[in-house]
């Protein structure tokens, strides 16, 4: 039969009379994490100044490529222009991509180069505007005097300091009430607040801009730091690009030619693949079709940690805030996060003026990205 005496739910919905049964955690599940500045690691110094600057210099340049809209006759055309004309030397061995011709420079006018065609025994070609030229180097005459001294300017690199805040306030009666999952309300939510912070700096250091005026900050400008992003310029790569190797989507031919083209124009090795969640996915598929599994395997893996191909082994990191049909190549050791000296993220009791405790979680932090050239991207990758 049916039991007739007291019981728990005799009390209705409520319970009043029973005691709280509640878990001592506060279970939290918003993303906060930051595999970026993790890979990244610690700097080895701090920013001394809210305009934090670098120093990039590089070498003469050995390439250069062909300026001249006019048909240049293999067998009678001995001049023809070049975009920088001051990278040549009379005496430069210099050859056109893909062509088996090699030339010497006689004489260098301006953007004009009077050239020996067919030098050393080669079959002249024919030159298009547009063809990039190899310089393979320099032959000087002997006894002859000292050439022209060359040099390249050093370049001076910029990123401004971004201040990143968030305030914190718990009243008297919180503080003294006993609370369930933590000790201390005031110190539950300064770390809350500073998870929020971390996974904030990840976001701008990757997708942050900077303000086209009065970047400096004022009363009413906002000081930003520019992220990986924004500093790209060189390698940069689209989808639907001549270049690039057909279709929307991420595959090794796509990654394989963007980390070639971040070789050939630097001396850098990318070491970094960062992704979202769905790119992840793409990459882990290029091991799908060709991964076996024996009549005793329990286990199914998909999953690609490392890239190791002709032009670098890289790390793939995973972050969600990535866009989505983006991918960045990075060189960890020109990366770094700095915080401004004194102004990483530290806690900042404020006074009161009522029945409460209160602070501010405070941060400042700049991007410096040294040789821009050695990293690079790929966008407007499919995303279904």
């Known amino acids: 039969m049916a039991f007739t005496g ?9 319970l ?21 500045l993790d890979a990244l690691g610690d700097p080895l110094r701090a920013a001394m ?68 065609r067919g030098y050393a025994d080669t079959t002249p070609e024919d030159l298009d505007d547009g063809l990039t030229i190899n310089i393979l180097g320099n032959a000087a005459l002997e006894g002859a005097d000292k050439p022209d001294a060359r040099f390249t300017n050093r370049m001076r690199r910029a990123n401004y300091t971004q201040i990143f805040t968030s305030a914190v306030e718990v009243s008297g009666s919180d503080l003294a009430a006993r609370q369930l999952g933590l000790r201390n309300e005031l110190d539950h939510q300064k770390g809350l607040r500073l998870r929020e912070l971390l996974r904030d700096l990840e976001n701008t250091v990757i997708n942050g801009g ?47 030619y963007v980390l070639r083209q971040i070789w ?14 769905f790119q992840k996915r793409r990459i882990n598929g290029l091991m ?19 890239y190791d191909g002709d032009f670098g082994r890289c790390r793939i990191v995973v972050t969600r ?13 020109r990366i770094d996060v700095l915080p401004l000296a004194g102004r990483s993220f530290h806690f900042k009791p404020l006074a009161s003026s009522g029945d409460y405790e209160c602070g501010q979680l405070i941060g400042e932090y700049t991007l410096e990205m040294r040789n821009e050239e050695a990293h690079g991207c790929l966008r407007g990758l499919s995303t279904n």
Do not use: C
């Open 16 to 36: 009043p009379e029973i005691a709280e049964d509640v878990a001592d955690v506060v279970g939290i599940i918003s993303p906060f994490e930051t595999p970026l």
């Open 210 to 256: 900077q303000a086209t005026t009065n970047p400096q900050g004022s009363a009413t400008v906002r000081r930003t730091l520019k992220g990986v992003i924004g500093h790209l310029t060189s390698n940069v790569f689209t989808v639907g690009d001549a270049e690039l190797p057909a279709g929307n989507d991420l595959d090794e031919a796509k990654i394989s």
């Open 288 to 306: 799908t079709a060709v991964r076996g599994y024996g009549p005793k395997d329990r286990v199914y893996s998909d999953l690609v940690s490392e």
């Open 6 to 14: 007291k019981a728990t739910y005799s009390a209705g919905t409520t």
């Open 321 to 333: 805030w990535m866009p989505q049909d983006m991918v960045l190549f990075l060189d960890s050791r």
């Open 49 to 116: 100044s809210t305009h934090h600057e670098w120093i990039e210099d590089s070498l003469l340049a050995n390439t250069d490529t062909i300026d001249d809209d006019s048909f240049i006759d293999p067998d009678a055309d001995t001049d023809f222009d070049v975009a920088h004309g001051d990278r040549f030397q009379v005496g430069d061995q210099i050859q056109a991509a893909g062509s088996r011709e090699l030339m010497l420079v006689a004489a260098v006018a301006g953007n004009t180069l009077t050239v020996v």
């Open 264 to 277: 050939n124009r630097s001396n850098s090795v990318a070491d970094l693949i960062v992704v979202n969640g």
